[in-house]
Structures are given as structure tokens and as C-alpha cells.
């Protein structure tokens, strides 16, 4: 688990805020679940998943529940959904920490955040189309040119388990040529043995059953509408029929945001799908419902590669040096900012020279210079600190009217 810091901490609330301007462009409210819920939750999210068996941080509390710190965000949002009721649809947004107890390594942490949406209550292809394109749009408006999207069709429940069958028999047939993992993960789940990326499991997975065959005439023609629909928009897509994605509940429509910049097990950004039976699971009415989450850490890093959506410079616009002892530094400051100029200071009564190097520091435009004879003129000196233009003196009064074009002038 890490600290952000800043300017990085900077970034994530702007990664935040572009996020909530997408989203909420398109009628997505937020909602914030509890970091923490009854383990049952997560339970449902699968038994065979890696996610809920070895990495939930769940503990026995105080009053004798087994809770979970969330792993996700999905099964919490359909709890909520289950116990409150909101009106059909209900597009939700949400941002925030999630905990899995994974090894940690670049672009895989033990706390790490995602940002997503879920709809629940509208079985329409036309709303996975509108789903997968604002995490498309929102990865434009990052600047991520280097991005794939993937995607799938796992099929109704029925075509889902036929094809499980299937796939059960066609890895048992090859028995011990499949690695000692695989082998394991073939008891739990079939669908996962297709996620290896092992060399002996290479060629059998190239061999193993493509769910297409399995497809129901209703789950084909949902997939040839999403299809069309992403055409429309214009997203360029990849069909990638091996993509099964990480967790149990989901359901026809799964596709993966990938990036082009990491290495291949850390390039999935982020990634989502349809989940018909969550809710009911969760104890609600049967409900449709589709969404994603998105990686903040690892879309970040994949920004670093590409070279865009840097952080916003922190500077503020001032810094006020006061020679007389700190006092008119209280005031201009508080006036300043009370103006919408953001303003800083220095304390324990330094040096002007001591006051002129923090001022240099910090980064801001102008140095507000105030002294005894400043203080009895009713005046202050602006001078300017990233070029070298010549300092003015100016009425206390007219200090934050004169700053606010300064300042727009140099932002500009
Ligand atoms: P998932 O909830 O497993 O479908 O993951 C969705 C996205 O969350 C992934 O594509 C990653 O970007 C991100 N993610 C999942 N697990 C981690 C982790 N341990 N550390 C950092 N990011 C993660």
C-alpha cells in the first residue's frame, strides 16, 4: 500500500473530476458504498476466483461479523441496489479504494483504486454500446491514443455452461500436459484455464472450444447489435473470444480496455460486462445489469508511457513576503484568496532574503512585497518571479483587481 503524493495526488483528484464530467454527462449519479461489508457480499462474486478464495482482507470484528475490506466495487453497488430500490434504470458512478491481497508489483498493489459505472434494471443492447463507449470516451479525454478494446460475448447462462462443459472435457482429455495450475484451476473453474498465460497450457488453449459455438440465437444477435452499435460510434473493437475476465457473475456481453504501453500481464486498464444474475444473488428482484471498472493506478502508469494527462501544476498564483513581523501577511493573504487569488506565505518572521527564496520556491507568478513603508503608504510591491519584468507599485486597494489580471495574463 503506498502514499500518493504530491504533484501525483494532484492528478488522481483530476482523474477523478474528468471521470464525474463523463459520466455525469451522461446521467451516471454517484454513489459511495462502504469500504467495508458483510464477507457474504464478496462471497457471491464467485467461490472459484482468485479475488474472493486467497486475496479478501476479512476479518472477525468486535461484534462477532465476518467483514471484508471490498475487493471491487460491483457487488457492493448490486447490495446497495437490492436493499434501497432506486428506479429502473439506475446508472450509478463510483471512484475509490479496493483491497486485494495480491502480490505487489508495478501496476499491481494491495490497495488501488478504480473508477466505474453500473446500470442496473435495462436489458438493451444499445446500453452496453453506450457503457463501453464512455469508458472509450473518457480514456480520449486522458489523451490514451495506444488502447485496445476487446471484446466478447460469454452467452445466456445456458450457452455459459454448455461451453464450460465443453471446455471441461476438452482439458481433462489433455490431462497432464496442462500445467499443475491449470490442472487446479480446471476443478474450480474451466473458464479460467483459458486466463493462463503458461507455455506448456499455450497450445491446448489454442485448441479448447470457442464460445461462439455456443451461442444462443437471442445471446448472438445481442453481440451482433453491441457490434453494430460500436460501429456506428465508431470504436474500433477486437473480438477476443477467450476473454472470460477475472470474476464468476459474468454474463453475454465482457470487454477489456487494454493498453498498449505495460507488459502484457499489466495491460488490462480496465475492463467490465453484463452480470444478469448479481442481484438476485444479493437478494434483490431478477435484474439486468452491466458496468466496468477502471484501473486509476494503472491507467495512470500507462499516461506515464504515453506522456499525457500530467500533472496540474500546484503553484499558487502568490506568495506574500511581509518584513514587519507577519500581520500584513495575514490579511493580504486572507484577502487574496478571499478574491480567487491562491496565495501562500511565509512564517517565523524571516529574512526578506529567506521570505524571497520560499517565494521563489513555491512556484507562484508574483511575489506581493510588503515593508514598514509599504504599510504606511497603504501600498505593496508585485514583483515578478518566473520572468523578469519589472516590479510595480500598487494601492492596497486595487491589489487583488491588478493581481487578477497579472495572473490571468500569465496563465494565459
Ligand atoms: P477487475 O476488478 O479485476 O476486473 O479489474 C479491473 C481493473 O482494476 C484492472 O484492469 C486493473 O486496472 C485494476 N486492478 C485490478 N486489480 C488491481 C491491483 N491489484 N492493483 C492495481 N490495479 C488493479
Known amino acids: 500500500m503506498r502514499d500518493i503524493m504530491a504533484p501525483e495526488s494532484g492528478r488522481w483528484r483530476a482523474f477523478t473530476q474528468v471521470f464525474a464530467e463523463v459520466v455525469e454527462a451522461a446521467g451516471y449519479q454517484l454513489v459511495i458504498p462502504p469500504m467495508m461489508e458483510d464477507l457474504g457480499v464478496f462471497s457471491r462474486i464467485g467461490d472459484a476466483t482468485d479475488v474472493v478464495t486467497k486475496e479478501m482482507y476479512d476479518f472477525v470484528d468486535k461484534g462477532a461479523r465476518h467483514v471484508a475490506l471490498r475487493p471491487e466495487q460491483t457487488a457492493s453497488v448490486c447490495r446497495a441496489f437490492a436493499q434501497h430500490r432506486p428506479l429502473t434504470p ?237 500581520g500584513e501577511a495575514l490579511l493580504v493573504t486572507a484577502q487574496l484568496r478571499a478574491g480567487g487569488i491562491r496565495a501562500d506565505r511565509s512564517y517565523e518572521n524571516r529574512s526578506m532574503k529567506a521570505q524571497m527564496k520560499a517565494a521563489n520556491r513555491s512556484g507562484a507568478a508574483y511575489a506581493v512585497i510588503i515593508g514598514t513603508d509599504e504599510v504606511e503608504a497603504g501600498t505593496a510591491v508585485v514583483r515578478p518571479l518566473r520572468d523578469d519584468g519589472a516590479q510595480v507599485t500598487v494601492e492596497r486597494d486595487s491589489l487583488i483587481t491588478d493581481l487578477h489580471s497579472r495572473v490571468q495574463g500569465s496563465n494565459s
Open 90 to 326: 439506475w446508472k450509478a458512478w463510483y471512484s475509490g479504494p479496493n483491497f486485494r491481497y495480491e502480490k505487489p508489483q508495478r501496476g499491481r498493489y494491495r490497495q488501488f483504486d478504480q473508477v466505474g459505472i453500473e446500470v442496473l434494471g435495462a436489458d438493451d443492447p444499445y446500453l452496453d454500446v453506450e457503457v463501453i463507449a464512455l469508458g472509450w470516451e473518457f480514456y480520449r479525454r486522458l489523451g490514451l491514443e495506444q488502447l485496445t478494446l476487446l471484446l466478447n460475448s460469454l452467452g445466456e447462462p445456458d450457452d455459459r455452461a454448455r461451453y464450460v462443459d465443453a471446455l471441461r472435457t476438452h482439458f481433462e482429455a489433455a490431462g497432464g500436459d496442462l500445467s499443475d495450475q491449470s490442472r487446479s484451476t480446471l476443478d474450480k473453474n474451466p473458464l479460467r484455464v483459458l486466463d493462463s498465460k503458461r507455455r506448456e497450457d499455450a497450445e491446448i488453449i489454442a485448441a479448447a472450444p470457442t464460445i461462439d459455438q455456443f451461442w444462443s440465437d437471442a445471446a448472438a444477435e445481442h453481440f451482433a447489435t453491441v457490434q453494430r452499435g460500436l460501429t456506428a460510434l465508431q470504436i474500433p473493437f477486437t473480438i477476443d473470444m477467450k476473454l472470460v475476465r477475472g470474476l464468476d457473475y459474468y454474463r453475454r456481453t465482457t470487454f477489456e480496455y487494454a493498453g498498449g504501453t505495460l507488459d502484457s500481464a499489466q495491460n488490462a486498464l480496465g475492463g467490465g460486462g453484463r452480470y444478469d444474475g448479481l442481484v438476485e444473488d444479493l437478494g434483490g428482484p431478477p435484474t439486468p445489469g452491466i458496468g466496468f471498472a477502471l484501473g486509476v493506478d494503472r491507467t495512470l502508469l500507462a499516461c506515464d508511457d504515453e506522456g499525457v494527462f500530467t500533472a496540474p501544476d500546484p503553484a499558487v498564483d502568490v506568495f506574500v513576503v511581509d518584513t514587519t513581523g507577519g
